[in-house]
């Protein structure tokens, strides 16, 4: 316990990037299973949706929806950056961009770096994701920021170029990554830095489920190095700071589903002349939004209308100040996702709950040409993996009370007794916690919002699930009717 000689609590917030909670077996990642069973296992996570990477990040720092932060979707459109097309988040010099074109900030609410830096905790970061998704988990660096592309500060930038000689190039694998990242971190942050918090976002098995499916012999491969990885990580944490004096929180951005078909959304547009071209700007397609330029934006009822019957097309959502035009609409606000950078038109693809041939329930339509993907409304990529195990944890729980990745920056915030900011709409997961209640004695409730569409084929119903808990809704899924 050399690192920890007054045995504060150190809170460990770990992110695998894209981890299905039922990919969690005792075959699969045995420690990790071992640490569901001697903790809490959250089995009714949720992902903020649109259910991708970059939306979640910024859920995760914040304790906030989409609507609230800011980071609507994977991509956005902000024709002052680029009028002809949508800029990947993943792309940490477009965030910047965006903070400075807006007066400063790209987030519009507190995020945790900085609650615990005005209370005088320290945060260090770390991440083997997109430098984007790395840099939306403190963007306004109140700590060392370090992923394996680049570092924030500068200061620190520099010092892990003194000390590694160079970061890695884009040839380097999710192994080298990870790898790079734990050194630093390791190496480096922990004995210079004497965090509080540890944040470390690990990019699989996001990148190899994308690539081979889920639970095809090559993820679960990826898995078991993965577990094996973090146990040893966990033992070197035990011996400097102390067993007893951990707590952590592991999780996933969102869940996971197998595509079932391809469709290119942007030649259905022009095929059916709402748009010029596939690359043309007057709709301008994202991961799950259409935004409308120009004379598109007064052809928005016939564009909804050609949408509401599309098959692919499993959600839409409109932006809540056009509803007046397309009042049968679901607002954006039904996802918790309406804000200035909003689109339009946000849609998800339509899902099923079909298996793939390794067995794994969740099916969806996408453009992409990848074996598997998130983003939709489906269940199987909203429900997303929570185990916390640690100081001040229950022992042994199995909790199918709602909670949501949201909710687990309030929570820390309690659990360094530090009161979280107003803005923070999470909620403070108190059934987790060994003087709290037990999850079973919580009162769960669900609701739904249904929207109708009158299509050439018939009417389509749109509904929205939520589960309830203490005056919070967690959205669960939307289903559109074929
Ligand atoms: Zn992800």
Redesign the pocket.
Same mark, same amino acid.
């Given at each position: 316990m050399a690192e920890n000689p007054d045995n504060r609590q150190i809170i460990l917030l770990v992110v695998w *990037?894209?981890l299905r909670p039922d990919m969690i077996t005792a075959e699969r990642t045995p420690f990790l299973y071992r640490m569901a069973q001697q903790g809490v296992f959250c089995r009714a996570n949720h992902a903020v949706f649109p259910t991708?990477?970059r939306i979640?990040s910024a859920a995760l720092t914040t304790g906030c929806y989409p609507g609230q932060h800011g980071i609507v979707d994977n991509e956005l459109y902000i024709p002052s950056i680029d009028a002809q097309q949508a800029v990947s988040c993943a792309d940490w010099t477009f965030l910047q961009k965006l903070a400075d074109l807006e007066g400063g900030r790209l987030l519009d609410v507190p995020t945790l770096g900085e609650v615990l830096q005005g209370a005088g905790k320290k945060m260090v970061s770390v991440g083997s994701g997109s430098p984007g998704t790395t840099y939306l988990t403190d963007p306004t660096i109140t700590g060392p920021v370090v992923n394996w592309a680049t570092a924030w500060p500068h200061s620190a930038k520099a010092e892990i170029e003194r000390r590694y000689g160079s970061f890695l190039s884009l040839e380097a694998t999710s192994a080298e990554r990870n790898q790079f990242i734990f050194q630093v971190l390791q190496d480096y942050l922990m004995p210079e830095y004497q965090p509080d918090l540890i944040r470390i976002w690990l990019t699989e098995p *996001?990148h190899s489920q994308h690539q081979h499916g889920l639970a095809s012999p090559e993820v679960v491969a990826i898995l078991a190095d993965l577990d094996q990885h973090f146990e040893r990580f966990w033992g070197d944490l035990e011996e400097r700071y102390g067993q007893e004096n951990l707590t952590c929180f592991l999780l996933s *951005? @969102?869940g996971f589903t197998t595509i079932s078909k391809r469709v290119d959304p942007d030649q259905a547009l022009v095929e059916a002349g709402f748009k010029a071209s596939p690359t043309s700007n007057d709709i301008v397609r994202t991961s799950n939004s259409f935004y409308l330029t120009g004379s598109a934006q007064d052809r928005l009822g016939d564009i909804v209308r050609f949408l509401q019957g599309e098959p692919w097309v499993g959600a839409l959502f409109l932006r809540d100040d056009l509803l007046e035009a397309c009042p049968e609409m679901m607002p954006q606000s039904a996802v918790f996702g309406n804000h200035r950078r909003s689109s339009e038109i946000m849609f998800a693809y339509q899902w099923s709950a079909a298996e793939n041939a390794h067995g794994i329930p969740g099916y969806t339509i996408d453009a992409s040409s990848m074996a598997a993907t @998130?983003g939709s409304a489906s269940p199987y990529a909203i429900n997303n993996t929570l185990v916390v195990w640690g100081k001040g944890i229950k022992q042994g729980a199995v909790s199918t009370v709602p909670c949501s990745i949201i909710d687990l920056a309030p929570t820390i915030l309690h659990l360094f007794e530090i009161k979280p900011p107003r803005e923070m709409v999470g909620r403070f997961l108190y059934e987790l916690l060994e003087e709290g209640p037990l999850p079973e004695a919580l009162v769960v409730t669900q609701d739904t919002w249904e929207a109708t569409y009158q299509t050439a084929a018939g009417l389509r119903h749109q509904i929205a699930t939520y589960s309830k808990v203490g005056g919070y809704r967690y959205l669960d899924q939307v289903r559109l009717s074929p």
């Open positions: *990037d894209g991708a990477t979640n *996001d *951005d @969102h @998130h």
